[in-house]
């Protein structure tokens, strides 16, 4: 089992930029896909990006390709997703999610961490 921690939400005005982070602990983290999903309350949680575990893979929904960038740093166990020009429709809870296998869009992660909230005004 993999322990994530988010950390890096808040409040942004449209066109800005955050960037969330994902503190993974457990079993071999290094070895792990990782991906950051969303979801907005009444709908669906969805897929925002993954990263292999070498961090030679990366993956986007289409909605956030161009403008989010995932990243990760084995050596310190984290892994990023840098959000810039953010719109009021990227406002959603932010979650981490780590697998032994690729993530994808069809990807249901077996570890999830608490999620971190974004907010972007108009």
């Known amino acids: 089992q993999v322990q994530l921690v988010e950390s890096g939400g808040g409040l942004v005005q449209a066109g800005g930029s955050l960037r969330l982070s994902c503190a993974a602990s457990?079993?071999?983290?290094?070895?792990?896909?990782m991906g950051w999903f969303r979801q907005v309350p009444g709908k669906e949680r969805e897929f925002v990006a993954a990263?292999?575990?070498?961090?030679?893979?990366?993956y986007y929904a289409d909605s956030v390709k161009g403008r989010f960038t995932i990243s990760r740093d084995n050596a310190k166990n984290t892994v990023y997703l840098q959000m810039n020009s953010l719109k009021p429709e990227d406002t959603a809870v932010y979650y981490c999610?780590?697998?032994?296998?690729?993530?994808?869009?069809?990807?249901?992660?077996?570890?999830w961490g608490q999620g971190t909230q974004v907010t972007v005004s108009s």
């Open positions: 999610a780590a697998d032994p296998k690729k993530i994808t869009i069809a990807t249901v992660p077996g570890s």
């Open positions: 457990g079993r071999t983290v290094s070895m792990y896909a």
């Open positions: 990263i292999s575990w070498s961090g030679s893979s990366t």
